[in-house]
């Protein structure tokens, strides 16, 4: 029993991470029509940036994390103006192409700038732990699921109350039809891609603070497939749902069946498994919008 | 000599329409072409030898992923898997039963067409993106199957592979030897692909890749040509894995992963989709490119310090060709030439 509740409480938190990565994507294919395989390669360049920062630069958090936001958000417009722009129209494997290609580039410079080793940030946080449900949970944990979810809320509020949010679902829901209204698509496009990529920053800066980071990081990017089908790709409440949902089911994978294997990568293979298995029941997912083709 | 053909069809008869080459000077021309291949690695050094035969088995693979993905509009990302579903078969039945090399390449193509079909199932619900995804997730639950069923593959560790031995000549006892058993699949590869698309099977994929629906509506069996699209494009993949497979020597689950799904769309991307000249030009051009930069690197930074953007160096390149080659010509290199075809026909006229 007390397992499976280490199992569960493990997976909330990773979930939290997964529900914000999740996000980013959604946010990417809502405003912008676009799937962007570079989701875990933006959370790979986030962890070095904040390994930078932190370790090699010795900044403290909060600027570290402000500068990264900030170089996310500069990250964000280059990329989409320079890659996507001009994939718009494009058919569909053109633009998961560029975006994968994208993903290389990214991949590369990480790895030319900061090795292949395993790095890992300076401790930050205490090494205590605190009892939740009778089992011991440490501080880094609980930082992180909470860093999460507060941004979660705000992302959530944003995109409910504040006008730049509603424009961007406006935008999201008819290009056209907002445009008619006034509302700037390019600049939303922009915004979304900034977006996205500052909650990837943050994504990679919670990861680096729980384990070491390395290239494998960027695995994060196909995990997240799993996690936006189960969800529904537009939807951003099935992005964060799923997001725990698939983190809570890795978790009891890993943990029940993985003995049974001896090889491993049980726990990357039950998100994919669980993946296949939505496509063919409900391809949609719990809360995305049915696609209907006419001739 | 060259000969000229005349403005307007004269053609009189399906034969002729059909023909691959449509006029002697192309068959002459073609035919030299190929003594020239056939007599070129004598001139070569073990490396360009070496590119040569990847070049070689990248084509073949290259063309399977444009016959699911170019040509029948099937976007699929399980080639990765597919060629190591045909890699391993090649090395089990040739380790361990001890096939011959006529036998275990055929057999480990109809094994990855078997496994591809599997695959491609999904195909008959999903479309786009999420059959990109449904081939994703059966790449890597193909690829959980070889690393950990230890006993029929050798699980991480692999497998050594049995030389393919030819009327008693071992083919892969250098790089020159085995150059004369790729470079006859590769170009049999071609002609059978160029052949399958002026039959009706290929038309049967052209049409659905065009719009799926209303080929059903004029009678092409969805299910039966997009199943048999994924077979035979991933019968293709499984004899790249088995030469692969051969010419490695010995293969582990590692050298599977999604990277050369990823690798071999780009191939097609960049040489343009939906043509077979296009595929070899992407094969060529995927697998030299990144080499001669990373030579020509290599030889700067005897001027520069340019020491630690060597390792990622293939990455970078191979993402920046695929990026930029997508926003400035996004139909490929065969368009290219297309293009410049054109425009020697008709200058110095513009149209």
Sequence with gaps: MFFFTALIVNGIVIGSIYALVALGFVLIFKASDIINFAQGELVLVGAFIGYALLDQLKIPVTFSLGLSFIFAVFLGFVIERIVLRPMIGEPVSSVIMV???????LKGLSRSIWGSMNL?????????????????????????????MVFLLIFSLFFKYSRMGVAMRAAANNQQVAQSLGISVRRIFALSWAIATIIAFLGGFLLGTINVISMNLSFIGIKVFPIVVLGGLDSIPGAIISGFIIGILENLAAGYIQPYFEGGAVQEISGLVVLLIILIIKPYGLFGTREIERL | MVSIRP???????????????????????????????????????????YLANTVSIAIIGALGMNIVTGFTGLISLGQGALIGVGAYTVAILSSKLGFPVWAALPLAGFMAALAGMIIGTPSLR?????????????????WFVLWNWVDLTGGPGGIAVRKPVLFGLDLNRDDLHFYYLALPMAILAIFACKNLFRTRVGRAFIAIRDRDLSAEVIGVNLFKYKLLSFFISSFYAGITGGLFAYYMKLINPEAFQLFLAIDYLAMIIVGGMGSILGSIYGAIFIVLVPEILQRIIEYASRFMPLQNIFAPLREIIFG???????????EGIAKMWEDAKAYFKLWPYAY
């Design chain 1, 99 to 105: 975006t994968l290609g994208l993903a290389s580039i």
């Design chain 1, 120 to 148: 890992s940030f300076p401790p930050l946080i205490p090494q205590k732990t605190i009892s939740v449900a009778g089992m011991p949970v440490s501080y880094v944990y609980l930082l992180s699921f909470s860093t999460s």
């Design chain 2, 7 to 49: 403005c307007g069809d004269f053609k009189n008869s399906y034969e002729q329409d059909e023909a691959i080459f449509q006029t002697r000077f192309m068959k002459i021309m073609v035919g030299l072409f190929i003594v020239f291949l056939l007599i070129l690695p004598q001139f070569l050094s073990p490396y360009l030898l």
């Design chain 2, 126 to 142: 999903l479309k786009g993106f999420y059959l990109a995804m449904a081939t994703m997730a059966g790449h890597y639950i193909i």
């Design chain 2, 320 to 330: 920046l060709m695929i990026v930029l080659f997508l926003i400035f010509k996004p």
